[in-house]
T-cell receptor
Framework: DAKTTQPTSMDCAEGRAANLPCNHSTISGNEYVYWYRQIHSQGPQYIIHGLKNNETNEMASLIITEDRKSSTLILPHATLRDTAVYYCIVRVKDSSYKLIFGSGTRLLVRP | DTEVTQTPKHLVMGMTNKKSLKCEQHMGHRAMYWYKQKAKKPPELMFVYSYEKLSINESVPSRFSPECPNSSLLNLHLHALQPEDSALYLC???????????????FGPGTRLTVL
């Protein structure tokens, strides 16, 4: 699975959009981008995944660049409960059990 | 029901004790996982069970012994642990690859283990 690079930490104001970047310059054509988050003292939680088109669900939007070498997770109206570590993971969908977590981005949402 | 439950929430044990961690899911998932997470580090995969058979062992020391009694239950038996084994132990489940369905993993809240 391709390696990902994320900023160590970010912060944003409550109610504003949080944009979390991820670089995955060695991504292969059949690898998807997955995002999970881990709120303090809880297990990780799946957020969203995508291959090349932008994706949106009730939690977030995922924007993948045309060359697929980077992506951005967008939380449109961040709340205090969105304070968490966000993990960007690249993997081949539906072919492997392994979910390899990188260091992630620690997002702090400020009141 | 989209929940993975783990018991106990907290466990303190001595190096000579034998204890077990338990995990349960009722989502019909056929893959179940154990992860270990040290403080301020990402989760690391330990074991994977697929259709109740051990599929992956990430070179975990034998003092950790997994067991999958049925498709809904996953245990982790602990014996002769070391203080450096203190960590958060997370259980997860998923449909499993090759099912053609969504394969995201659902995680439990974890068991926080302290080895004295």
């Amino acid at each position: 699975d391709a390696k990902t690079t994320q900023p160590t930490s970010m912060d944003c104001a409550e109610g504003r959009a949080a944009n979390l970047p991820c670089n995955h310059s060695t991504i292969s054509g059949n690898e998807y981008v997955y995002w999970y988050r881990q709120i303090h003292s809880q297990g990780p939680q799946y957020i969203i995944h995508g291959l090349k088109n932008n994706e949106t669900n009730e939690m977030a939007s995922l924007i993948i660049t045309e060359d697929r070498k980077s992506s951005t997770l967008i939380l449109p109206h961040a709340t205090l409960r969105d304070t968490a570590v966000y993990y960007c993971i690249v993997r081949v969908k539906d072919s492997s059990y392994k979910l390899i977590f990188g260091s992630g981005t620690r997002l702090l949402v400020r009141p | 029901d989209t929940e993975v439950t783990q018991t106990p929430k907290h466990l303190v044990m001595g190096m000579t004790n034998k204890k077990s961690l338990k995990c349960e899911q009722h989502m019909g998932h056929r893959a179940m996982y154990w992860y270990k997470q040290k403080a301020k580090k990402p989760p690391e995969l330990m074991f994977v069970y697929s259709y109740e058979k051990l599929s992956i062992n990430e070179s975990v020391p034998s003092r950790f012994s997994p067991e999958c009694p049925n498709s809904s239950l996953l245990n982790l038996h602990l014996h002769a642990l070391q203080p450096e084994d203190s960590a958060l132990y997370l259980c997860a489940s998923s449909q499993g690859p090759g099912t053609g369905r969504r394969d995201e993993q659902f995680f439990g809240p974890g068991t926080r283990l302290t080895v004295l």
